[in-house]
C-alpha cells in the first residue's frame, strides 16, 4: 500500500499557492534513525500561466463581476488566493440577464423604452420585454431555453450534440467530420450548402433523428447549420484521440465559422457580435472567453479583411480554413457552430426591433470587450480633458454618396471654437486599431449612408452617431444606434439638399443610393448643434468634464 502523510505533515504547503501541484511527500530516516515526512511543493507552471493566473482572463474590468457572479469555481479560487486583483468584484448580486433567477435589477442591460412603441405592443412593459428578447441577452437567453440534445451520449467518453430550434447555434464533444472530398473540389467553397453529405459528420452517440429532420427545416448559407448537421449520423466507432478514424485530432475547442461579406464592416461585423454571443451560450465556465482556441472559418478562400484584428479579440491562434482540413477526416474533442449573420430574426441584420427602445446591453458588453481585447484605450482616456466637442467626419473616397462640399463644411465647423474636427478616411490603408482609436476620440461622428458608419458600435457611450442622408434607407443605422443606445440624427429637409442627378443603379434606374449630395450649410451647423447639447447634457461626459468652480474675486483692502 502507498504510503500516505498525516495531514499535519503537509499543513502550510497547499494554502494560498498559486499554480502548485500537490505536495509531493517522502518518508525518510534522520540521523536519529527517527521515520520523518519531507513535503516538497511542486510548482508547475502550465502553458499560458508564466505570467499571471489572472491576466490570462484578459476580460474587461466592468464585465469581472458578471463572469465572477457566472463561475462559482472561478470566484472561490479569486477568494482563496493572495494575487488575485478581482476580489472587489466577488459576491456582487450581478447577472448578464440569460441566467435562471436574474432579476430585471441586476441584469447588465441598461434598456429604456422612452418613445412609443408605434403599435408594436400595448404596454410599456411589453414594450420593454419585447426589446430585451429580441435584440438583448434576452436573445441569448431564447437559444438556451431552446437547447435540446439531438444526440445523446449512452456510455462515458460517448460523443454528444446539443442545439437550438433550426439548428441555429449547435456545440458537441467528440464530433466527427469527414473533410476528405474537399481535396478533390474543383471549385471554391463560398457560401456553399453542400460541403458534407450523408455520413460524413456524427458521433458515437444515440441521435433523435426525428427531431434533427424537423430542425433542419433553413436550409440556407448563413441561415442555419442545417444544410452541414442535416447529414449527421450515429457511429459504430467511438469518437477519441485513438480511433483510426481520425486523421487529426484537434484538442483545443474549435470554432467552426461561417461568415459574410469581409470588405464590408457592416456585414463582417454580424460574425464578430454572433461569435460573441455565441460564447455566452456557454458562459458559465470562465474559459469560454479564453484566446486558445481555433477558428475554422467555412471557406477555402484566403480569408482577408480590413477588419481581421477583430478576431484577435477571440482567438490567440492562427485562423484556418477548409483548406486546413481538406482532405482529413477531422474529429473534434469540442466543437461549436455559433450563431450566424443572417438567421431568421437574428442579430444584426433581419433584426426587427420594437420601436421606441434603445441601449441594448449585449451590444454595449461586445463593444466593451471587444475595444478591451484589442488594447484600444477607452473613452475619456483617449479624448483627454479637452472640453471642446469632437467632430470626426468620414469622407469617402468612392464614386457614389461623396459630400460634394464637404470642404465648406469643415470650414464652417472650424469656426465654431468650442469644436475640434477631424477629416477621417478609413480604408484599408489604416490599421483598424487606429481607426477604432478615433472612434473613442470622437463626441461626434459624421458620414455618409454606408458600412463605414458602423463604427458606431465603438463610440463612446455619450457619443452621436450623424448619418448625414440616410439616402431613402431610414431604419439601417437608426435601428444600429438604437441597439448600441446612442443617439442618432439625419439629414431632415430634404429642400436643404442637392443631389448631382437622380443617381443611377447598376441594373438601371434612378437610385438615391448611387449619387452624390451637397449639403446647406446653415442646416447642417444647426443638426452638428444639436448633437453637441446632446454630448453635453450626457452623464458619462458630464462625469468627464465637471463644472469648473470659480474662485470669487479678491475683495478690495479697504473693505477688510
Known amino acids: ?97 440569460y441566467e435562471r433567477g436574474c432579476e430585471a435589477t441586476e441584469t447588465y442591460s441598461n434598456m429604456s ?75 471554391p467553397v463560398h457560401y456553399h450548402i453542400d460541403v458534407l453529405d450523408h455520413g460524413q459528420v456524427g458521433g458515437h452517440c444515440s441521435l433523435d433523428e426525428n427531431r434533427l429532420k424537423s430542425n433542419s427545416d433553413q436550409i440556407s448559407a448563413l441561415q442555419s447549420w442545417g444544410p452541414e448537421l442535416r447529414h449527421f449520423v450515429e457511429l459504430d466507432e467511438r469518437v477519441w484521440r485513438r480511433a483510426e478514424m481520425c486523421d487529426l485530432w484537434i484538442e483545443s475547442p474549435t470554432y467552426l465559422m461561417k461568415i459574410d461579406a469581409t470588405v464590408n464592416m457592416y456585414h463582417h461585423f454580424c460574425d464578430f457580435l454572433n461569435l460573441y454571443a455565441s460564447q455566452h451560450l456557454n458562459s458559465t465556465h470562465h474559459s469560454t472567453f479564453f484566446l486558445d482556441n481555433q477558428i475554422i472559418i467555412w471557406e477555402t478562400l484566403p480569408y482577408w479583411s480590413n477588419f481581421g484584428a477583430a478576431f484577435e479579440a477571440f482567438t490567440k491562434n492562427r485562423l484556418w480554413n477548409l483548406n486546413d482540413v481538406a482532405g482529413k477526416r477531422v474529429c473534434f474533442k469540442r466543437v461549436v ?130 448619418e448625414l442622408y440616410n439616402c431613402g434607407d431610414a431604419n439601417c443605422y437608426q435601428d444600429l444606434a438604437r441597439l448600441r443606445g446612442l443617439k442618432y440624427l439625419t439629414w431632415r429637409d430634404l429642400s436643404k439638399l442637392t443631389p448631382e442627378d437622380e443617381g443611377h443603379h447598376p441594373d438601371g434606374g434612378a437610385h438615391k443610393k448611387f449619387t452624390n449630395y451637397k449639403f446647406n450649410v446653415d442646416e447642417f451647423l444647426a443638426l452638428v448643434s444639436e448633437g453637441a447639447a446632446h454630448v453635453m447634457s450626457h452623464e458619462s461626459w458630464r462625469n468627464l468634464h465637471p463644472p469648473i468652480t470659480l474662485s470669487p474675486p479678491p475683495r478690495d483692502r479697504q473693505e477688510l
Request: net charge positive; proline share 6%.
Open 337 to 466: 457552430f455559433p450563431l450566424l449573420p443572417r438567421m431568421i430574426f437574428g442579430l444584426y441584420y433581419n433584426t426587427p426591433i420594437v420601436w421606441g427602445c434603445e441601449g441594448s446591453g449585449l451590444f454595449h458588453a461586445f463593444s466593451r470587450h471587444l475595444l478591451h481585447r484589442l488594447r484600444v484605450t477607452e473613452g475619456g482616456q483617449a479624448r483627454g480633458p479637452d472640453r471642446r466637442i469632437h467632430i470626426t467626419l468620414l469622407s469617402r473616397d468612392t464614386k457614389y454618396r461623396r459630400i460634394l462640399n464637404e470642404r465648406q463644411l469643415i470650414k464652417a465647423l472650424e469656426k465654431n471654437s468650442t469644436y475640434v474636427v477631424r477629416k477621417a478616411e478609413y480604408s484599408h490603408k489604416m490599421d483598424f486599431r487606429l481607426q477604432l482609436q478615433n472612434d473613442q476620440w470622437s463626441d461626434i461622428f459624421i458620414g455618409m449612408h454606408g458600412a463605414g458608419l458602423t463604427h458606431l458600435l465603438f463610440l463612446p457611450d455619450w457619443a452621436v452617431i450623424f
Open 1 to 97: 500500500m502507498p504510503l500516505v502523510p498525516p495531514r499535519s505533515a503537509c499543513q502550510g504547503l497547499t494554502h494560498h499557492w498559486e499554480g502548485l501541484q500537490p505536495p509531493l511527500c517522502l518518508l525518510q530516516t534522520n540521523m536519529r534513525m527517527e521515520h520523518v515526512w519531507v513535503c516538497v511543493a511542486v510548482v508547475v507552471l502550465a502553458p499560458g500561466l508564466l505570467g499571471s493566473r489572472w491576466d490570462q482572463l484578459n476580460l474587461h474590468p466592468d464585465h469581472m463581476p458578471y463572469i465572477l457572479a457566472n463561475d462559482h469555481d472561478l470566484a472561490e479560487e479569486c477568494r482563496v488566493s493572495r494575487t488575485c486583483p478581482f476580489k472587489k468584484h466577488l459576491n456582487q448580486p450581478v447577472c448578464w440577464g
Open 113 to 187: 423604452c422612452p418613445g412609443d412603441a408605434r403599435g408594436w405592443v400595448t404596454t410599456k412593459e411589453e414594450q420593454l420585454s419585447t426589446f430585451f428578447r429580441q435584440a438583448d441577452f434576452g436573445f441569448v437567453q431564447e437559444q438556451l431555453s431552446e437547447m435540446r440534445m439531438y444526440c445523446t451520449p449512452q456510455h462515458p467518453g460517448d460523443s454528444w450534440l446539443e442545439c437550438s430550434d433550426h439548428l441555429r447555434f449547435c456545440q458537441g464533444n467528440n464530433i466527427y467530420i469527414d473533410f476528405r472530398p474537399l481535396k478533390h473540389r474543383k471549385e
